[in-house]
């Protein structure tokens, strides 16, 4: 079993940065893929980004390219994303997710955190 919980959401402007943090418990974490999903009101969950239990590989929707960076801390059991130049398109509940497959496969992903809203104002 993982335990996920999400921090960092919050309201910013065009153009600023927030960093979510995903605290997970349990003793499978370091041997897990990790990903983040958004899912806008009124629009299907969508896979944001993902990276692999070393940190050696990551995916990144076409999106968010350039603008957000996924990175993990196995030592601390937290995976982060760092969004920088945001738009009012990334407005969405973030989710973090847990698979013990690979990285890059979306339906993989079977832990699932509360979610925390960003809102990106214009």
């Known amino acids: 079993q993982v335990q996920l919980v999400e921090s960092g959401g919050g309201l910013v402007q065009a153009g600023g940065s927030l960093r979510l943090s995903c605290a997970a418990s349990g003793s499978t974490f370091s041997s897990s893929a990790m990903g983040w999903f958004r899912q806008a009101p009124g629009k299907a969950r969508e896979f944001v980004a993902g990276?692999?239990?070393?940190?050696?590989?990551?995916y990144y929707t076409d999106s968010v390219k350039g603008r957000f960076t996924i990175s993990r801390d196995n030592a601390k059991n937290t995976v982060y994303l760092q969004m920088n130049s945001l738009k009012p398109e990334d407005t969405a509940v973030y989710y973090c997710?847990?698979?013990?497959?690979?990285?890059?496969?979306?339906?993989?992903?079977?832990?699932w955190g509360q979610g925390t809203q960003v809102t990106v104002s214009s």
């Open positions: 990276i692999s239990p070393g940190s050696l590989s990551t």
């Open positions: 997710a847990a698979s013990n497959y690979y990285y890059t496969i979306p339906t993989s992903y079977n832990y």
